[in-house]
């Protein structure tokens, strides 16, 4: 039952209660315009005494809405920032003012010209030219992508600053809105909240998050990563980012830390969403994998025509020397190693064209013992820029262990993926040290042309086989290859060759085959000893390695000797022989041309990291537009799908706490009504005190 009450406080109650109701509407009506304001509303309870009670005053919100908001702003964010860097390398490996498959199509055809007149001086030199320019395009595309790299790191740097700062006012805000809201229960500090949820949104913009009620009922609320790491904590304290680099600076990794605890989280950068999320997916996705392929490309390419240009001999008679200079690289060491001045260095190896992949190289060392000469055990494994390991077809990683291995400056070890290490430090090296070598993210910009003479470039064979003009048979030569003309006179090192590097062989080495019968040929040295007896031939292909795999062949300690080889077509007769000498004066010989024209269209690459196909130079340039502009599109549909989203949410966010014009309106003219109502509630209320006041004087 309801307590009688006089009118004069009935119509107070009323006055002020239409008062507040209008000071809320005119509130909502003001900040129309202004971003992130959300409506307010102030509702009432009826009195038991009579009249109206005191207002609450709280923001219209639909949560379900402005956390859908909050994740289509993330999505777009995202994909945005991924699709913008993507298509500035999609638009620049797209265009043919900038392509690599162009430079190396005129590259290959200036050398094809020379093959066809190897005496033309002025065709040798146009190779050189194209060779330069084919060089300073591979420079140029490294440039840019080093480029992009530090641009990233720079944006990066930006975005996580950004980040921290959103984070500290957002537990800054919830501070502040503990203590409003501590003090007055009636009324909801709006203003600090829109405030603090316009924080959340652009920290949603940079990355992945969720917020809770922290349920004490103080107004505040937690943050955290979608991967479930805290941001602001319960208590009001907060943790941030931080960005490092181990072991390569360039390549940052995203850490979270305590403030006021010394503990570091390291988190999946990839996971983050948000624009922070797409750069990190841009890093991953197309610049380092791009830079790595790209300088895949270059270094393979170079060190395939520098190991074919040394299988020829130049228009001097002298056997060929690189056309192009592949940097060496140093191993960057990691902070946890025991001594920081300790190196390791890496090159790719003469004949590393066809191993050679786009991974990075992790080398731990595993023991060291001192001697003559030093001596070093190690790991070598293969791993993705982002430290995770390679794996094969089978799903198992790609390493290799050496053990014993020669640890003095100058010699270099060969080892998978078609590189050489160094270890000049000797025997103090220990256990765990660990380096990492990257020899195609950034090694393409420092290759260089060598070679200026044009009569250096080896267009011809460095040997040559006649047939004796009394041969009998019609046997004739079908085919000749070079494999391996590295000099050593003495015959000791196993990589040995017959060439002798002064326009000859090294004496006691094949000078003539003779036939002995059409099944049986016997091998013999310029000073007519016999070498080895070769019987039961059954086809005329490769005589060298024919005879190498004789039992009586003398050379068993070299592993690839004499380094060349040829085939024959017809049949031989008993005493028909063939001589075998260095190509003296055999400038109109293009043999070896040949075979540099012909490694365009060769499958040397690798095509992936954890396999054996092999593809060309053009159709691995292919694949890294296709990659990026295939990447670069899906980012582009998905960016799109985003923002549609992202309309629909801010929509139904709108349609919940956004100001309505014409509501308001209508609002206003109501409580214009009730204020007036209530205020004739008073002038009765003082008429009847008046009347009743004169009848009792």
Avoid: C
């Avoid at 390791?344 to 050679?356: C, E, K, N």
């Avoid at 000893?529 to 292909?541: E, I, K, T």
């Amino acid at each position: 039952m309801i307590r009688p009450t006089d009118l004069y406080s009935i119509a107070t109650s009323g006055v002020r209660a239409s008062n507040q109701l209008l000071t809320t509407t005119s509130n909502n009506i003001a900040n129309v315009n202004t971003e992130g304001y959300v409506r307010e509303r102030t509702s009432f309870t009826s009195q038991l005494i009579g009249g109206v009670g005191r207002g609450t005053t709280e923001r219209v919100i639909n949560t379900f809405a402005q956390n859908q908001m909050r994740r289509d702003t993330t999505q777009v964010g995202e994909f945005e920032t991924y699709y913008q860097r993507a298509s500035v390398l999609d638009n620049v490996f797209a265009s043919e003012a900038n392509s690599l498959s162009s430079s190396m199509s005129r590259y290959f055809s200036s050398l094809q010209t020379a093959t066809d007149e190897p005496s033309n001086m002025a065709a040798r030199q146009v190779v050189l030219g194209e060779a330069n320019a084919l060089v300073g395009q591979v420079s140029t595309l490294a440039q840019f992508m080093d480029d992009k790299e530090k641009e990233l790191n720079l944006e990066l740097d930006a975005k996580i600053t950004r980040a921290n700062d959103l984070i500290e006012t957002i537990a800054e805000l919830n501070a502040n809105i503990r203590v409003v809201q501590g003090n007055n229960r009636f009324e909801e500090p709006g203003a600090l909240k829109n405030e603090r949820d316009s924080a959340i949104i652009d920290l949603a913009e940079l990355m992945s998050i969720e917020t809770r009620d922290n349920g004490q009922n103080d107004g505040t609320v937690m943050v955290n990563l979608t991967s479930g790491e805290s941001l602001v904590l319960q208590d009001g304290s907060f943790n941030l980012f931080q960005l490092s680099g181990e072991p390569d600076a360039d390549y940052r990794n995203l850490f979270l830390s305590s403030t006021g605890k010394p503990t570091t989280l390291k988190l999946p950068e990839q996971n983050m969403g948000g624009q922070i999320g797409g750069l990190f997916r841009y890093r991953d996705e197309v610049l380092a994998e791009g830079q790595r392929e790209l300088g895949q490309i270059a270094m393979a390419l170079t060190s395939a025509m520098n190991e074919q240009n040394g299988l020829g001999m130049d228009y001097d008679g002298q056997l060929g020397g690189n056309i192009f200079a592949t940097p060496e690289f140093q191993g960057l060491n990691y902070s946890a190693n025991s001594d920081l001045s300790l190196t390791m260095t890496g090159r790719v190896a003469s004949d590393g064209a066809s191993t050679l992949t786009s991974a990075d190289y992790l080398v731990e060392i595993t023991g060291s013992a001192a001697g003559v000469p030093d001596t070093v055990d190690f790991t070598v494994t293969l791993v993705n820029p982002d430290g995770s390991l390679v794996k094969d077809t089978n799903g198992n990683s790609i390493t290799q262990n050496y053990t014993g291995i020669d640890a003095t400056a100058g010699t270099f070890t060969p080892v998978i993926g078609g590189l050489e290490l160094e270890f000049p430090n000797g025997a103090t090296y220990a256990a765990n040290d660990r380096f990492l070598l990257q020899p195609t993210k950034s090694t393409a910009s420092s290759i260089e042309v060598v070679m200026t003479r044009p009569e250096d470039i080896a267009l011809a064979s460095p040997f040559r086989v006649e047939s004796d003009i009394n041969n009998l048979g019609n046997a004739t030569l079908t085919n000749s290859t070079t494999t391996n003309t590295f000099v050593d006179a003495t015959l000791t090192d196993p990589k040995a060759s017959a060439f002798d590097g002064n326009g000859g062989f090294v004496s006691g080495t094949p000078a003539r085959i003779v036939f002995n019968s059409p099944t049986e040929f016997e091998v013999f040295d310029e000073a007519n000893n016999s070498l080895v007896v070769v019987s039961g031939v059954s086809d005329y292909n490769n005589l060298m390695e024919q005879a190498a795999a004789d039992a009586g062949w003398p050379f068993v300690a070299q592993t690839d000797f004499p380094g060349y080889d040829f085939s024959m077509q017809g049949t031989p007769k008993e005493g028909d022989e063939f001589i075998i000498s260095y190509n003296t004066d055999g400038v109109h010989d293009n043999r070896n041309g040949l075979e540099l024209a012909a490694l365009q269209n060769k499958d040397i690459m690798l095509q992936n990291n954890n396999g054996s196909s092999k593809i060309t130079f053009h159709e691995s340039y292919a694949n890294i537009i296709s990659d990026i502009g295939s990447k670069t599109a899906s980012a582009d549909i998905s960016l799109q799908a985003a923002e549609a989203m992202k309309i629909q949410s801010e929509d139904w966010f709108q349609s919940v706490s956004g100001v309505n014009l014409d509501e308001e309106a209508a609002n206003l003219v109501k409580f214009q009504q009730t204020y007036a109502a209530s205020a004739r509630i008073l002038t009765a209320a003082q008429s009847i005190f008046d009347t009743i006041f004169s009848a009792t004087r």
